[in-house]
């Protein structure tokens, strides 16, 4: 009996987490605090905070920005040139 209990708890709590999402609200906090986070972010508490949320909820965006931070950016590709039908060219 108290098997089923237990498991009866742990798809009640399965079911609450799946509904409630905790994950995608912070996510969208995260992203929110970093789109329009403004001067909290820039402190050091801020910052300790976005960081910390950050490698909660998207652990390997963390581990890639982590390691990826000094690379050099990626070359440009060259202009696009349209066509014109002015005789000049």
């Known amino acids: 009996m108290l098997d089923l209990l237990i498991a009866a708890a742990i798809l009640a709590a399965g079911y609450a987490l799946g509904r409630l999402r905790p994950w995608d609200r912070l ?3 995260l992203w929110r605090r970093f789109t329009f986070g403004g001067a ?12 910390a949320v950050h490698a909660l909820v ?3 965006a963390t581990v890639h920005a982590w390691r990826h931070r000094h690379d050099p950016p990626p070359e440009r590709a060259a202009p696009v040139r349209f066509r014109t039908t002015d005789p000049s060219d």
């Open 58 to 60: 998207r652990p390997a």
């Open 40 to 51: 909290w972010v820039r402190t050091p508490r801020g910052r300790a905070v976005t960081l």
């Open 27 to 29: 996510d969208t906090w």
